[in-house]
């Protein structure tokens, strides 16, 4: 079992619907992040939240859009995908304060149709 | 470039060995280094985390640091068929501005034969 929860753990839509993943961590963390990971990749950094604000945006397309609603809850709105944005959709948290390690959600499993 | 570099593999030892992986960062100024075990289909789970040059053992697992040569290692002793999975290296980024962002090697993919 993770502490860091992710839902749903897939997802199957088409292009022009809009769906929102969700992770929620209980750990007290103030850093959480998004991660988009094709098969046999490491994990692609996407988003940093710190202390509940945006403070990386690694030039991901606005189709993705990252909400923050309290220091536990991190949402991913999905908008207009495209077949190549297919892939495991990973929140990790950590505690946000020097050099502590990130711990995974189980992951969304994407797929656009 | 930032790069964070590990041989993808895979790796075959029998049951029992000692299984060695290996990993290299660029960045000079890389303080913290942490290595994750991903299943196939899993999402990655933390096995460990080292920050100062040496040695750091937690059961099975030792992780190996040498800042001078900016290389990262992590052994498995007496390997298991359980043990089989990919291996990423992380190392943060010392330029993310405390956002502890880190950089991913392409991960070492481990088979441990029974």
């Known amino acids: 079992d993770t502490e860091v929860t992710q839902t749903p753990k897939h997802l199957v839509m088409g292009m022009t619907n809009k769906k929102s993943l969700k992770c929620e961590q209980h750990m007290g963390h103030r850093a959480m992040y998004w991660y988009k990971q094709k098969a046999k990749k490491p994990p692609e950094l996407m988003f940093v939240y710190s202390y509940e604000k945006l403070s990386i945006n690694e030039s991901v397309p606005s189709r993705f859009s990252p909400e923050c609603p309290n220091s536990s809850l991190l949402n991913l709105h999905l908008h207009a995908l495209q077949p190549e944005d297919s892939a495991l959709y990973l929140c990790a948290s950590s505690h946000g304060q020097g050099s502590q390690p990130q711990h995974f959600g189980d992951g969304t499993r994407l797929s656009i149709l | ?114």
């Open chain 2, 1 to 114: 470039q930032k790069e964070v570099e590990q041989n993808s593999g895979p790796l075959s030892v029998p049951e029992g060995a000692i299984a060695s992986l290996n990993c290299t960062y660029s960045d000079r100024g890389s303080q913290s280094f942490f290595w994750y075990r991903q299943y196939s289909g899993k999402s990655p789970e933390l096995i460990m985390s080292i920050y100062s040059n040496g040695d750091k053992e937690d059961g099975r697992f030792t992780a190996q640091l040498n800042k001078a040569s900016q290389y990262v290692s992590l052994l498995i002793r007496d390997s298991q068929p359980s043990d089989s999975a990919t291996y990423l290296c992380a190392v943060e980024d010392p330029g993310s501005s405390n956002t502890g962002k880190l950089i991913f090697g392409q991960g070492t993919t481990l088979q441990v034969k029974p």
